[in-house]
Every structure is written in C-alpha cells, then in structure tokens.
C-alpha cells in the first residue's frame, strides 16, 4: 500500500523556468514531508522540509507547498539549472513514528 | 567530514547464498535507517536503531532478513538465503536524533544482485 504517490516519473524543463514536482499522500496523520534529491550512483541527499502546521517553506531557490485538504505536496524549483537534474524523493512520516514512507520518485532534467 | 559510508558497493550472490550489507554511520549519530529500493519502487523502510533502544524491525520483509548495530554505531543487514526478489539497492540512513525533522543523512547504497 504505497502511502506516498509521485505520479509523474519524469519531468524536462527549460534552464530558467520554473519546476513543479507533486507529491500525493493519503495518511491524515502524517505530520512531516521531506523532499530528497538523488544523482546517480548516491544517496539521497535532504533537500527541504515542512511541518504540517505549516502551508510554505522557502530556502532560496527551493519552495514546498502542503496543501492538507488535498494530501498534496510540491516542490517548485525557480529558476531551474541544469545541476538541478536529478532524481527527487518525497517523503513523509508521523511524529510518533520511526518510519519514513517515500514516494517512487520523479526523474527531472533541466534542459540547458 | 566523513559521511555515511556503506559497503560493498556492489554485491552479486547466487540464489540461496547468504549475504552480509555494511553501514557506518555518521560519527554521534544516534538513529539509523534501513532501506531497499527495488526497480521502479520507492525507498522500503526496513528497520530503524536508535541509541540502546529495541529495534524497530516492522519493515523487515521476512525471517530470512536481520540487522544488528554494534557498539551504537557500525550496523550490518544480514540476509539469509537469498532469492531473486532481494535484488535491489539497499540504503542506510543516519540521523542526530532531536533535530526537528529527523533529518537523514544517507549512503551511496549496496547494489545487490540475486542471480
């Protein structure tokens, strides 16, 4: 039962414009929501986060949006650079919990 | 600085065959995370360490999967007799535990291969 839902597996964008990368989850009680970015051959490294009392988090060229009434999760990317091709991982988990579910992952390539 | 490191990179064991995963976490990094990432599959939580407390082992997918931590720091994932659907790359994640979000440092992964 996949918990958390990246329905596109990839995306391309133009250098310069602007990336969205969604994120669905179907568990109310999810109190965390992460976004993880992934090259080749490495780990996933963290990217940005938000608590679920929260709406937007920011952190320089990289937004998170959770929309709670939806279950809906967002990265926007802006403006997009080709180092910013990756695969990106979201991931969210409960307060009480030790576990974190991800998603399947989105696949971005930013064209230059 | 030194991240998690994991090892061997890659690993190709004959169906039935026992293997044995290593993960070094971050120095004072307290909880750490297994995962396997089977094609096309998001990240499976295996099993979670923190400090001196019981492992959470709810992830582990058989009997034939375990995992130890020594000394709160090196783990190993031992997988017993393994079968074709094992193959898959296996991550280990730390944490400082008591960051606000858990954060979690991750590995490069071991590619296993059941052959």
């Known amino acids: 039962d996949q918990q958390v839902k990246q329905n596109s597996p990839s995306l391309s964008v133009q250098e310069g414009r602007i990336s969205i990368l969604n994120c669905d989850y179907t568990?109310?009680?999810?109190?965390?929501f992460l976004w993880y970015k992934k090259y080749p051959a490495e780990g996933p490294t963290f990217l940005i986060s938000?608590?679920?009392?929260?709406d937007k988090n920011e952190d320089g060229r990289f937004t998170v949006f959770l929309n709670k009434s939806a279950k809906h999760l967002s990265l926007h990317i802006v403006p997009s650079q080709p180092g910013d091709s990756a695969v990106y991982f979201c991931?969210?988990?409960?307060?009480?919990?030790?576990?974190?579910?991800f998603g399947t992952g989105t696949s971005l390539t930013v064209i230059p | 600085g030194a991240g998690v490191s994991q090892s061997p990179s890659n690993k190709v064991t004959e169906k039935g065959k026992d293997v044995e995963l290593r993960c070094d976490p971050i120095?004072?990094?307290?909880?750490l995370y297994w995962y396997r990432q089977s094609l096309g599959q998001g990240l499976e939580f295996l099993i979670y360490?923190?400090?001196?407390?019981?492992?959470?082992k709810s992830g582990l997918p058989s009997d034939r999967f375990s995992a130890e931590r020594t000394g709160g720091s090196v783990s190993t994932l031992t997988i017993q007799r393994t079968q074709q659907e094992d193959s898959a790359v296996y991550l280990c994640?730390?944490?400082?535990?008591?960051?606000?979000?858990?954060?979690?440092?991750f590995g490069p992964g071991t590619r296993l291969t059941v052959l």
């Open positions: 120095s004072g990094h307290t909880a």
């Open positions: 991931a969210s988990r409960q307060n009480t919990g030790n576990q974190f579910y």
């Open positions: 568990n109310s009680m999810f109190d965390y």
């Open positions: 938000i608590s679920s009392i929260k």
């Open positions: 994640a730390s944490s400082l535990f008591g960051r606000s979000y858990n954060e979690q440092f």
């Open positions: 360490f923190q400090g001196n407390s019981a492992p959470d």
